[in-house]
């Protein structure tokens, strides 16, 4: 059986049909092009027998492209319109039985999938893409690679390399988990309602092993924060308040091989980690 994807008359019917409207409050922008649905498919390398966990599929373009290659995927939808007709599109577009799940639930409070897939794909909304992508690197260590599409400066960000002006928190927090890169334009044009902002895809690769412990990450997320809260100064300054003194936080950097004047632009997330570690054993 073939999957036939949506187009921009499908989906408008679609949404008329449950009264949909996109809404600015939950990012809602439909894409409404099978060539880029299929472009993100092909980002993320995704195969057949996969498993893969779609965020906010919507009414369902970018599932159906992925379900086309003979993934299964367990899709998490936040509103319980889209989430409950998801099915019935599927199984209208041609998708065999059992292989889309739906989780009708808010994506930053899962802490449980089904099929515990290792595949994320996603048409993520830029007021909660980097806290959902985090929290799903942090709650699903099976999780080992993925593309989403995002806002262009949010992309940026999270492939953004040590010394750039972008290169912030959620730079270094994304790479706690393994290695980010640009891996494709998307045209406005695809969207509907068309968006104020470009999009871009981002890719990531989980690291084979875990850089640290939970209590490791969380101090170094904390440390990253403080350092990214005042990015303008010195680190020894900037990393005063957690460790009680300029002083205190300048022995601390020393120890982890780390110059008291830097910026938090400077360091690598290895550097951050090695600042917890003497920290923990400090």
């Not at 373009?61 to 099915?87: F, K, M, N, Q």
């Not at 639930?105 to 595949?119: H, I, Q, S, W």
């Not at 640009?182 to 690769?205: A, C, E, I, K, Y």
């Amino acid at each position: 059986m073939t999957v036939s994807l949506l187009g921009a008359t499908e989906i408008r019917r679609l949404a008329a049909e449950l009264d949909v409207t996109p809404t600015k409050k939950l990012g809602q922008n439909f894409v409404v092009d099978a060539n880029t649905v299929r472009k993100i498919v092909q980002a993320a390398d995704v195969q057949a027998g996969e498993r893969v966990v779609e965020i906010g599929p919507g009414l369902g373009s970018l599932t159906l492209a992925i379900l086309e290659t003979g993934a299964s995927v367990t899709a998490v939808e936040i509103d319980h319109r889209l989430a409950e007709r998801l099915p019935q599109t599927a199984a209208e577009r041609g998708v065999p039985d059992g292989a889309l799940t739906v989780v009708d639930a808010d994506a930053m409070r899962v802490t449980e999938l089904p099929g515990d897939p290792t595949v994320l794909v996603a048409n993520l909304p830029y007021n909660v893409s980097v806290p959902v992508l985090l929290h799903f690197l942090e709650t699903f260590p099976h999780l080992q690679r993925g593309v989403v599409m995002v806002q262009a400066e949010v992309a940026e960000r999270l492939a953004a390399k040590p010394g750039s002006k972008i290169y912030g928190a959620p730079s270094v927090k994304a790479a706690w988990y393994g290695p980010w890169r640009l891996t494709g334009n998307v045209s406005r044009q695809v969207f509907w309602p068309v968006p104020n902002v470009d999009s871009l895809l981002v890719g990531f690769h989980r690291d084979p092993e875990p850089r640290g412990d939970e209590i490791e990450r969380r101090r170094t997320f904390e440390i990253v924060d403080a350092a990214f809260n005042q990015r303008r100064k010195m680190l020894r300054q900037a990393l005063s308040g957690i460790f009680g003194s300029s002083a205190e936080a300048s022995a601390v950097l020393e120890a982890a091989g780390v110059a008291p004047t830097a910026r938090g632009e400077d360091l690598t997330v290895d550097d951050y980690h090695r600042i917890a570690r003497v920290r923990q054993d400090g």
